[in-house]
């Protein structure tokens, strides 16, 4: 199938179950900027169970402003509280110490795009996945599409209700286990099977 989807913070696990099951894969790159979705946003899962991280953006003077010029607001110290909560919920996973170096160059090198990030982190999830997902982006705005599957819903994480099967999570036995967190999660937990893990789930 051919999917239209949009690039997020580092994406669900829902996204990359989509993702792998397509044969193309188109970002959408024409929408307006809606805030409270995974556009800036991600779920983890932390000590006190479902935490959300979320990237402050530069409020707009415009109405409707395309959210490929959305800026991110580097002037609240969001990097460091995001990397200290990422270790806070994953430094006892078994391949936290292997995957925080691949996360640096997202905590240390400043964007000024948020889309820009989007697409550095959907390489390095790449990566350390081991896999290689070709892209195109959109040069026009879909309001409905034959052309595509639309997975365009993904991105209203609270209105994505993919459930994907259990794996094991650091937090587990306080809160049982949360579905279609972040990716980040099933790196933490599973590393190098993650892949064949998604490949095994479905919609």
């Excluded at 990237?55 to 003077?61: A, D, E, G, L």
């Excluded at 002037?75 to 925080?100: C, D, G, M």
């Excluded at 993904?154 to 949360?178: H, I, M, P």
Aim: charged share 25%.
């Amino acid at each position: 199938m051919n999917i239209l989807l949009h690039p997020t913070y580092f994406p669900s696990i829902s996204h990359y179950v989509a993702m792998l099951k397509a044969e193309t894969i188109t970002f959408e790159m024409e929408d307006n900027f809606q805030k409270q979705s995974n556009r800036n946003r991600m779920y983890i899962y932390g000590p006190n169970g479902l935490q959300l991280l979320n990237i402050p953006v530069v409020n707009s003077s415009e109405n409707h402003q395309k959210f490929k010029d959305v800026k991110i607001d580097n002037s609240v110290n969001w990097q460091k509280n995001h990397s200290k909560s990422l270790e806070t919920a994953y430094r006892n996973s078994p391949f936290y110490e292997i995957l925080e170096y691949d996360l640096q160059p997202v905590y240390e090198k400043k964007q000024t795009f948020l889309l820009d990030l989007n697409l550095q982190i959907f390489e390095i999830v790449n990566d350390c996945l081991s896999i290689a997902l070709p892209f195109s982006k959109t040069n026009e705005y879909f309001h409905e599409t034959t052309q595509f599957e639309d997975f365009r819903n993904l991105v209203n994480g609270k209105k994505d209700a993919f459930s994907n099967d259990r794996y094991t999570q650091v937090f587990e036995e306080k809160a049982g286990f949360l579905p279609n967190l972040s990716i980040l999660d099933l790196l933490f937990n599973e590393g190098r099977c993650a892949k064949d893990y998604l490949k095994e789930q479905s919609f």
